[in-house]
Nanobody, 116 residues
Framework: VQLVESGGGLVQPGGSLRLSCAAS????????MGWYRQAPGKQRELVAT???????NYADSVKGRFTISRGNAKNTVDLQMNDPKPEDTAVYSC???????????WGQGTQVTVSS
């Protein structure tokens, strides 16, 4: 099982950045995929999720600025980050939730730094 994230890096406040995640090797059906983040000294928190049916959920702090979408390939998910702020700086991790209760998979994480 492998979740590979890409697209992290340094971005200026007010700029834009796109994260992508591709899952492979998962034998169970995926019911949802999402992005979570963890800033230094803080707990990991939900950023956005999207179900297999296309239902989206966002943290209040990113609503109107970030957009989660399913990628063109199967089991892929993207996070478009518009107007990022310094407080969005964190390690962003991709999660795949399967239809089997308790069977979830995580990517390694990608660093996003918002700074001028």
């Amino acid at each position: 099982v492998q979740l590979v994230e890409s697209g992290g890096g340094l971005v200026q406040p007010g700029g834009s950045l796109r994260l992508s995640c591709a899952a492979s090797g998962i034998i169970f059906s995926i019911r949802a995929m999402g992005w979570y983040r963890q800033a230094p000294g803080k707990q990991r928190e939900l950023v956005a999720t999207i179900t297999s049916g296309g239902i989206r959920n966002y943290a209040d702090s990113v609503k109107g600025r970030f957009t989660i979408s399913r990628g063109n390939a199967k089991n892929t998910v993207d996070l478009q980050m518009n107007d990022p702020k310094p407080e969005d700086t964190a390690v962003y991790s991709c999660k795949a939730e399967t239809v089997v209760a308790g069977v979830d998979y995580w990517g390694q994480g990608t660093q996003v730094t918002v700074s001028s």
